[in-house]
């Protein structure tokens, strides 16, 4: 399916131009997560436990967790994404939440190797990431390094943020098979930063390969503002929460890039346009929840982290969860409109695609 829709660019030769998406599968059940391979395809997770394979025009389930998940509540099968190496050997990491046998929630990252068209061989390689109905962060990817990055939230508790022992609320990174890097911050600990409540969204400039994630601020009763945030990842650095909201100008704690102030976005996921034969090259997209948008943002270089185009589109879709490129240019995404916070179209949730535009 081919859908026209309009965006309004806010850079300095304003100009209304035509920006078309195709649907690639529909009816789908909340996807959290797309992770796509040389090849083309997609792996998918669905919040209720469901590993699915876009392969084509056919959706095919490869493999099925019992995950802690509910309506309306933020746990359940979550991240995505294959290794580096995949077309040698086809490795699948999943970032799921579970219950144990006392009741207590947690969430884990596993290693599964796909065969035969299914996921077999569990390999737990890090557990009793503190989990909860809320804040389970749950963005899995492999960075220019070579390592995996992990993000997750503070299950509701902030002080766990600023816990170091603790691995709520951080961004995590370990090796392909689990063990912590040598060069870590923290001596033997994956911690990679800490003080953040809800991070969803891993991001590498394509020129500098600077760390930006997404945040999810505060909003509702006892805060004036929700200050989403978008921040550029230090080792080692302190991002505030729950200590600062916002930019604090504290020396104890790094700032975030951007914050949305009293505007809400509730970024997801989010992905950095690596294509030089586009115009859109180095550009930050940014899926947005209640922002109910994908957020175009360009920093000005040599920097980058002044803001010089901020422009939504697609606000007709409502919630949207996450967005990656694709090897063959274009950007894809997924809605989240049937988790319980939307309002669903007939045909939600979907997985789309669209092609940003060449330089010529």
Request: charged share 20%; net charge negative; proline share 7%.
């Amino acid at each position: 399916m081919l859908v026209v829709i309009w965006w309004y660019s806010n850079q300095p030769k304003a100009s209304e131009e035509q920006l078309e998406y195709i649907t690639l599968a529909e009816n789908l059940n909340v996807p959290w997560s797309l992770a796509i391979t040389p090849n083309g395809d997609i792996f998918f997770t669905e919040r209720n436990g469901n590993v699915k394979l876009l392969k084509g025009e056919t959706i095919e389930t490869i493999h099925n967790i019992e995950v802690d998940h509910q309506q309306n509540r933020e746990s359940g099968l979550l991240g995505i994404t294959t290794n580096p190496n995949y077309l040698e050997s086809p490795k699948i990491y999943l970032y799921y939440t579970y219950q144990d046998e006392n009741g207590l929630i947690w969430n884990r990252v596993s290693l599964f190797t796909y065969l035969d068209t299914r996921l077999e061989n569990e390999k737990i390689l890090l557990d009793k990431i503190p989990g909860g109905n809320i804040h389970d962060g749950g963005r899995i990817k492999f960075g220019p390094d070579g390592k995996l990055y992990i993000t997750t939230g503070e299950a509701g508790d902030g002080e766990l943020a600023q816990d170091p022992n603790s691995l709520a609320g951080k961004i995590l990174r370990i090796n392909d098979d689990g063990t912590v890097p040598v060069d870590n911050p923290f001596e033997n600990s994956p911690v990679y930063s800490l003080g953040h409540r809800n991070p969803q969204g891993l991001a590498w400039h394509p020129e500098t390969d600077k760390l930006y994630i997404t945040e999810h601020g505060p909003s509702g009763e006892g805060f004036r503002f929700a200050h989403d945030e978008i921040n550029i990842i230090e080792p080692g650095g302190n991002y505030g929460w729950p200590e600062i909201i916002g930019e604090s100008n504290n020396q104890n704690y790094e700032d975030p890039v951007y914050h949305t102030g009293e505007v809400t976005w509730a970024p997801s996921g989010c992905t950095f346009l690596d294509d030089p034969s586009s115009s859109w090259h180095e550009r930050l997209f940014v899926a947005n929840l209640r922002g109910t948008s994908i957020r175009m943002i360009k920093f000005a270089s040599p920097e980058y982290k002044e803001i010089e185009v901020n422009t939504p589109f697609f606000q007709d879709l409502g919630r949207i969860r996450t967005v990656v490129q694709g090897p063959d240019g274009y950007l894809y995404f997924c809605t989240s409109n049937r988790d319980g916070r939307g309002s669903p179209n007939p045909d939600d949730d979907i997985i789309a695609k669209f092609k940003p535009p060449s330089l010529n």
